[in-house]
């Protein structure tokens, strides 16, 4: 791991990471020397504001097909997989092809997929451009689309050749999709250093708009966590499930608010249910707990349950999913900022008596306005 000119490296067994404004411009050297044609795969958003910049710097290896696809969740399918891939079919793209995605997580997540079985699979390079997939959906080598039944039930892990960070895309990104990111980041400090929490702090306090290179710093030590863990548990058998930290409850409270409540801001919710439940059991410090409330604050992110968010409805929400077991849910909870909770088998998810998640649902609920 270096530092130069503010460009941070992570460098994980599969591919490299760098972090800092303008890398987008190196794109051309993660290309393989064979690679003669690139389908540039984008959201509608981000394409029409950066899509460009990156084809500018491929022109010159051979030929370049912009492939853009309708903005939002609602097209992570495999239907949209499928259009892309026809689109590439008919371009007449065959194995020397390399898929260069340019986007947020549903932009990695469907193009790395589509790379993993176009031909049997080709080469692709992820530049992520929202704050959640430079810290979250970048790292980690996960691809894949939702079904009606369920997100990311169909997909592949296949990792890209490189992964860009540069930081000049952030620019453009608005202040909730920064949001949605910063919750994640906190969760990693929560999971694994103290001192990223109070990097957190710092950019909080230059919120909307915080200073890239303070942000690049924390991006840089949010990445590494992320890689660090999902390297040491690439196929999600054990220590990948830290990861869960706040969603069990995050993704419930997404459920339940209709997704009017974007992923992060439940993730926050999320992390502060499951601390305050932790500090109930006595596995957490509650001047821990203060710490990291104080930091969703910073940032402005919530830390409460709304109040038209019925609590039954939320602890009923979190047994649909994916972690629960044997129809009781597991939560994975902090033992102090940095360390996680394990249990008699060695394993992160503890389950916890319902009347105790309903009660502190109740304490945390926001009171009508
Ligand atoms: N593969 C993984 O390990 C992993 C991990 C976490 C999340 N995910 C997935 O990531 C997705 C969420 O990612 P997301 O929050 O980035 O969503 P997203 O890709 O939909 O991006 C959010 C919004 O921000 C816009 N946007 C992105 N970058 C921008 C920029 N620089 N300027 C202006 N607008 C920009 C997008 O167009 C979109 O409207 C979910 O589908 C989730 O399942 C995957
Ligand atoms: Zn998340």
């Known amino acids: 791991v270096s530092e130069a000119n503010n460009i941070w490296t992570v460098d994980t067994p599969q591919y490299p990471i760098r972090i800092g404004r303008g890398v987008r411009e190196r794109v051309a050297q993660f290309a393989p020397p064979n690679a003669a044609r690139f389908a540039l795969i984008s959201d509608s958003n981000v394409c029409s504001l950066h899509c460009d910049s990156v084809r500018e710097k491929l022109a010159p290896l051979g030929h370049v097909e912009t492939l853009p696809f309708p903005a939002g969740e609602a097209a992570k399918t495999r239907e949209m997989k499928a259009d892309l891939e026809d689109r590439m079919l008919a371009t007449g793209f065959g194995r020397d092809c390399v898929i260069v995605a340019v986007g947020g997580g549903v932009t990695l997540d469907l193009a790395g997929f589509v790379a993993s079985t176009f031909m049997r699979g080709v080469p692709w390079i992820s530049l992520p451009t929202s704050l959640l997939a430079a810290v979250d959906a970048g790292v980690g080598g996960k691809t894949g ?24 895309f952030l620019t453009t990104l608005p202040t909730i999709e920064m949001k949605n990111g910063l919750a994640e980041m906190v969760k990693h400090a929560v999971i694994a250093d103290k001192l990223h929490l109070d990097e957190l702090l710092a950019t909080g306090r230059q919120m909307p708009r915080p200073d890239l290179s303070v942000l690049g710093r924390a991006i840089h030590r949010s990445v590494q966590i992320k890689a660090h863990i999902a390297g040491e548990d690439p196929y999600e058998q054990n220590l990948r499930q830290v990861l869960n930290l706040g969603h069990t409850i995050g993704h419930a409270v997404e459920k339940v608010s209709k997704f009017e409540i974007r992923h992060g801001l439940a993730v926050s919710i999320g992390i502060a249910v499951v601390t305050a439940m932790a500090v109930e059991l006595g596995i957490f410090p509650e001047a ?62 503890m389950e916890i008596d319902d009347a105790l998640v309903l009660s502190t649902l109740r304490a945390l609920k926001d009171s009508p306005a």
């Open 145 to 168: 689309v939702n079904a009606p039944a369920g997100k990311n039930l169909i997909g592949a892990f296949y990792p890209p050749l490189a992964v860009l960070i540069d930081l000049n």
């Open 288 to 349: 821990d707990r203060t710490q990291v409330i104080a930091v969703l604050k910073t940032l402005d992110l919530p830390t409460r349950v709304p109040h038209d968010l019925d609590e039954q409805a939320i602890l009923e929400s979190t047994r649909n999913d994916k972690k629960g077991r044997h129809g009781r849910t597991r939560y994975v909870l902090p033992a102090g900022i940095g360390k996680m909770a394990q249990n008699e088998d060695g394993g992160y998810g």
